[in-house]
């Protein structure tokens, strides 16, 4: 599966509906999270955003924030329903770990972090609620 990595700028304008549709689709009308998604966050110049396409449909998808010099942020981690449980969302983090120097961290909704603690990541604070109303833990991917 090819993954695409791009700035805010060169982003069509189909690929960003698209990106967008399905966040607003999970995190929002799944997961019942009433918050203003669109964070502003996305336009910034450093700012990744990595996807996976199956049959032209974005099915997995992350953005990765410049929060300093050598620091990133992991977030808006997203697998459409009917792409679940085939690893995509572990291939975009994956492949952001590689391709990324300093540190990097996420901020995890809570039932997940055993699964980024399978990817190589450690709990760095306490759970605490976000924005959005799910619990959260922060995390840090553990470079070797």
């Avoid at 990744?48 to 620091?71: F, K, S, T």
Wanted: proline content about 4%; hydrophobic content about 40%.
């Amino acid at each position: 599966m090819e993954i695409f990595d791009q700035p805010f700028s060169a982003l069509s304008s189909t690929t960003l509906y698209a990106l967008l549709r399905l966040r607003f689709e999970v995190f929002v009308l799944e997961q019942q999270s009433f918050y203003l998604d669109t964070d502003g966050r996305d336009l910034e110049p450093e700012t990744r955003h990595l996807w996976i396409e199956d049959q032209n449909q974005i099915v997995a998808y992350l953005r990765v924030l410049a929060d300093g010099p050598d620091e990133h942020c992991i977030g808006r981690v997203v697998t459409a329903p009917q792409a679940r449980g085939k690893g995509l969302a572990a291939l975009l983090v994956n492949h952001v770990a590689s391709t990324t120097s300093g540190s990097l961290t996420l901020k995890a909704q809570a039932y997940l972090a055993d699964w980024y603690l399978s990817l190589g990541y450690e709990a760095t604070g306490e759970v605490f609620d976000e924005e959005d109303g799910i619990p959260h833990l922060p995390m840090a991917l553990k470079r070797l």
